[in-house]
């Protein structure tokens, strides 16, 4: 592989992953639940008249938002001052940090290996990892959550040579407890591990350090101080215990799973890198008196432990995992490059199967789901996958190039389709409902629903508090002014009198009752 500077890797890197985060960032509704809560956090903000500090005391649809810090929704208010509120602007924040994390991944590894080639592995393994990309261009805190965190590691292992760098430990750390509050314990847990592991003590007595962890942590305590001074208990209540403690002890909202649950996570959805991980995490074991084994060690063992025995379980708490991941995989595709360690046999074998399953998904989207786009997508995936069967069957390391451009390429089409947040099919589909709703109620009203659950999203595009309420409650609104949505089953059972039919989904009816009193 030619040997490029590493300003012209860094560029390449950059244009790369903010075009693959940034292309057709808003061409699918926001989902459930993050997405519409922080947009609407967000719309909030942005609508504050100039003087009421909704920045500072952020709100959820007029209430108190007591949930996370307003770091990252205020970016995006931010956006919307600029752009309007839309689905594009709702995600380019937090698409954009999160597609720094790239570039930012390779310059960690440059100062783990001391060379360009794993450094680079490791930012493409990252750049091409599904869970990484989709979750990133998500309105969610977590792709931000992991850029910051690589800020702090790079800032500690640059401050071996200068010690002015750890400044930049204290702003990292200060970031992340401005986007996701206490998770910046875990995080700052580990970097500390780390250093301990590293035997950078010398850091430790180091002005520098201290005062990055003052100077950069100072915000986040005065938000704290602010909310508690604010609200009393009931944030101390909310934040800390409801929605940050409790999440360790108890599956908070029914999220829950077993001790394998992120381990599955990971299996579901790191393919094709998956393979290259268990000789990647050996290869950290033999090598864990290095900077790079010892982090891919802390990393991947404190962080999977934590999360793994908390008991509530959610898909994106594993997303801080994946640099650990790549710095393994990186490692070891860089030792294949290097030295062809590598069974033939086996790969030959995967990579085949990821070929069949590419010509399957082909097949399947062409008869159920014709979409242009996947059908394409599957078949790059099959035609990649196989050229890397025969490239590995041949010994030949070039197999690692035909990887990384096949994963780019597959991952460029799926984010160019409609299906790249699948988890938009597990309901109905909000936007008819919420034109209904916004054509008949005005902004900020509540509306009761026989739907089983609320939908922030549906909330967010009807600018109205929708309220799921069981059948019994709906029947007893009949004497009172209220605006119902209801679904074709329940509004035929309930056949309430004194109400006007205002408009109807596809699956859905608006009335407002007792209109006549």
Not at 137 to 149: C, I, K, Q, S, Y
């Amino acid at each position: 592989m030619r040997p490029f500077p590493d300003k012209e890797w860094l560029l390449s890197l950059l244009v790369l992953s903010l075009l693959l985060w940034l292309m057709f960032l808003g061409n699918s509704p926001l989902r459930d639940w993050d997405e519409g809560t922080i947009a609407q956090v967000a719309r909030d903000i942005w609508r504050a008249p100039d003087g009421t500090m909704r920045w500072l005391y952020p709100t959820l649809a007029g209430e108190p938002y007591y949930n996370k810090p307003p770091l990252l929704h205020s970016l995006i208010a931010l956006t919307y001052s600029l752009g309007g509120v839309n689905e594009w602007t709702t995600r380019f924040p937090g698409a954009v940090l999160t597609a720094l994390g790239v570039p930012l991944l390779f310059l960690v590894g440059r100062q783990l290996f001391s060379k360009s080639l794993p450094a680079l592995f490791t930012a493409l393994v990252y750049l091409t990892m599904l869970p990484v990309v989709r979750h990133g261009r998500l309105a969610m805190l977590d792709g931000t959550l992991v850029t910051f965190f690589l800020i702090v590691l790079f800032c500690l292992l640059k401050a071996r040579q200068n010690q002015k760098y750890a400044l930049g430990v204290g702003l990292g750390l200060g970031l992340i407890a401005l986007t996701k509050g206490l998770i910046v314990l875990l995080l700052g847990g580990i970097a500390g591990v780390f250093l301990l592991a590293d035997k950078q003590l010398v850091l430790l007595k180091s002005p520098y350090l201290w005062t990055g962890l003052f100077l950069g942590n100072a915000p986040a305590i005065a938000w704290y101080t602010a909310q508690w001074q604010h609200y009393g208990n009931i944030f101390v209540q909310v934040n800390l215990q409801a929605q940050t403690f409790n999440r360790l002890v108890q599956p908070v909202e029914g999220n829950s799973g077993n001790i394998f649950y992120y381990f599955i996570e990971i299996i579901k959805y790191s393919f094709p890198w998956l393979v290259f991980w268990p000789g990647g995490f050996y290869l950290a074991v033999k090598k864990r008196h290095t900077s790079w084994g010892s982090l891919v060690l802390v990393g991947t063992i404190i962080y999977l432990l934590t999360i793994s025995v908390m008991r509530t379980k959610l898909p994106w708490y594993v997303i801080p995992i994946y640099p650990f991941l790549a710095l393994a995989i990186g490692a070891k595709l860089s030792d294949i490059w290097q030295h062809r360690h590598f069974s033939t046999k086996a790969g030959t074998l995967l990579f085949a199967v990821l070929a069949i399953a590419g010509l399957f998904g082909c097949v399947y989207f062409v008869t159920t789901d014709p979409q242009p786009m996947l059908i394409v997508m599957s078949l790059v995936l099959a035609v990649s996958m196989g050229i890397v069967a025969w490239l590995v069957k041949m010994s030949d390391r070039r197999f690692i190039a035909v990887l990384f451009v096949g994963m780019y390429v597959v991952l460029a089409l799926l984010m160019s389709s409609q299906s790249w947040i699948w988890e938009l099919n597990e309901a109905f589909p909000v936007k008819p409902v919420a034109t209904l709703i916004r054509t008949h109620v005005s902004p900020g009203t509540k509306v009761y629903t026989s739907f089983a659950y609320s939908r922030p999203s549906l909330d967010f595009y009807c600018d109205c508090r929708v309220i799921p309420v069981n059948s019994e409650t709906l029947k007893k609104m009949a004497g009172t002014k209220s605006y119902l949505l209801l679904d074709n089953p329940t509004f035929q059972m309930l056949n309430l009198p004194n109400a006007q039919l205002l408009g109807a989904s596809e699956k859905f009816n608006l009335i407002h009752t007792n209109i006549l009193n």
